[in-house]
């Protein structure tokens, strides 16, 4: 899953440079991490007004409480994460919102303590972080990026099939809820591809206690999660699977005509998968008169 997680940050260059076409960045920014780019483009007009102010900022070693104007806090905090300093960063820019709460700094400073959280894995402060900043500038132009973020924090801890998928599942709220509230963002389409996956990620663990049931002689349970599958994520991989599960697991349960719908949906759906093969053999196998039980 870790590959899963990181590898989509792949998907994002164009969306972050999208983000950050109608500003002045540096090219040697472009280095960076895409999701860097965009959380970064949100604070660069007080980069632009402070960048005189990093000599006073930048020597600060430590975030003990030291009463200090915003605009060197804010600095500071820059120079924390362009030296990769992430945690440091982000107690710096929870020091701009407490110390400078009516700031218009105060809330990029929100937002850059959620990005600093998430890019150093503080999964839970990042989150935390975000939702402050929609809590209270709910209809701010950065709003749908927050939520793109918060999305993320859970998509990248989706641990593999064999554990507890409440992560998974907070995952996939939070990527519908980006979807649902702006459909027309490119965040929105990033979210949708994820949303494939985490879907698939659960049709797989539905499949792999459908499986043990099976095993297990346990038909009735087996056949619910495979229904499961076939009624709720029915555009996964693991839709096939699923299909041909349901014949055996109905056969073994003594309702052939139940083991012919679900094999006739395989048959329509997927004619040239090795899952409709089998099933058609093992249909012919248990076919009426023939002595094979």
């Known amino acids: 899953m870790e590959t899963m997680a990181r590898a989509s940050l792949s998907t994002l260059p164009q969306l972050h440079l999208a983000f950050t076409s109608t500003l002045s960045i540096d090219p040697a920014m472009l280095e960076r991490s895409p999701l860097k780019l965009t959380v970064l483009a949100v604070a660069t007009g007080a980069l632009l007004l402070t960048a005189g102010c990093g000599g006073r900022g930048g020597k600060n070693r430590d975030t003990a409480y030291v009463a200090r104007d915003v ?3 804010y600095t500071a905090a820059k120079n924390r994460l362009d030296r990769g300093d992430t945690r440091q960063a982000a107690a710096l820019f929870d020091e701009v919102e407490r110390q400078h709460p009516y ?3 105060a809330r990029r400073a929100q937002l850059m303590s959620s ?19 929609l809590s209270i500038h709910p209809g701010n132009k950065d709003a749908p990026y927050a939520y793109y973020l918060i999305a993320l924090c859970y998509y990248e801890q989706i641990s593999d099939v064999t554990r507890d998928q409440k992560i998974t599942l907070q995952a996939k709220q939070a990527l519908t809820d980006v979807i649902r509230r702006y459909p027309n ?6 979210a949708r591809l994820k949303l494939d996956l985490v879907n698939d990620h659960l049709a797989g663990k539905e499949m792999t206690i459908g499986r043990l049931y099976e095993r297990t002689g346990k038909w009735v349970a087996a056949t619910l999660r495979f229904r499961n599958v076939v009624d709720n994520y029915q555009t996964t991989s693991h839709a ?3 299909l041909f599960r349901l014949v055996e697991s109905y056969l073994s349960l003594g309702v052939p005509s139940e083991a012919q719908k679900a094999a006739a949906v395989l048959g329509t759906n997927y004619p040239d998968s090795e899952w409709y093969k089998m099933a058609y053999e093992l249909m012919n196998k248990h076919a009426p008169g023939n002595n094979a039980t």
Not at 115 to 133: E, G, M, N, P
Not at 185 to 190: G, K, L, N, Q, V
């Open 115 to 133: 990005f600093s959280y998430y890019v150093a894995r503080d999964y839970t402060k990042s989150i935390q972080s975000a939702q402050r900043f």
């Open 103 to 105: 700031s218009p700094w």
């Open 240 to 242: 096939p699977e699923a």
């Open 71 to 73: 605009d060197t806090l």
């Open 185 to 190: 963002t490119r965040y929105s389409a990033d």
